[in-house]
Every structure is written in structure tokens, then in C-alpha cells.
């Protein structure tokens, strides 16, 4: 298995004995990718699913909030609180659609 792997390019990594969580934490990876990606787009060919899989990606890495994470995303730190009332009515927040609209980023315009 691990020379047919080879040949896609993919690069087997084993996971340590001691790390029984392991498992989980990918289960849960793929259980969010299914709901939130693949659920709602159509996938024609392998070229457009590796796109959306790194578009994915990105997203939940650097855009997405975790519970675990206090709403931050991993590659991301939460930003400092609005505490300013006339800030926080006048907030300006942007929307960035990305594949198609299926994900949806927000921001803070400067």
C-alpha cells in the first residue's frame, strides 16, 4: 500500500502508539470538511476536488473559529475585543466568498 501511495505522491506518515487521539482529531477533520464542503458543491473531477480540498484548508486554518481554540482559528490569533460603543456601531464588516460562495469569510474593513 504504501508504494502505491508513494506513486500518487503522497507521503505515508505513521502516527506514534502513544498518541490515541490521533484518529479522533482526523475523524473530526473529515466530518467537518464533508458537512461544510463536500455536502454543498459538486465535485466533476479530481483537479477541481484537490482545489476545493486546499481552498478548505486554507480556510479552516487560517479563517474558521474553533471552540477549543476560544474562537480563534489556528493560524490565526482572536483579535482584541470592540469595547468602544461608537466602534461598535459603526463597524463595517466585509464578506469574501470563496468557492463559489460555499465558504464565506468575515472581516473587519479598515
Known sequence: ?????????????????????????????????????????????????????????????RHRAHQALDQAAPLRAVPAPITDPTRIAELNIRRRDRLGGVLHEYSHAA
Open 1 to 61: 500500500m504504501d508504494e502505491i501511495l508513494a506513486d500518487a505522491g503522497i507521503r505515508t506518515v505513521l502516527t506514534g502508539i502513544r498518541i490515541p487521539r490521533m484518529n479522533a482529531v482526523m475523524k473530526r477533520w473529515v466530518q467537518s470538511c464533508r458537512r461544510e464542503l463536500l455536502d454543498r458543491c459538486l465535485v466533476r473531477n479530481e483537479r477541481q476536488l484537490r482545489h476545493a480540498l486546499r481552498e478548505y484548508e486554507r480556510f479552516y486554518n
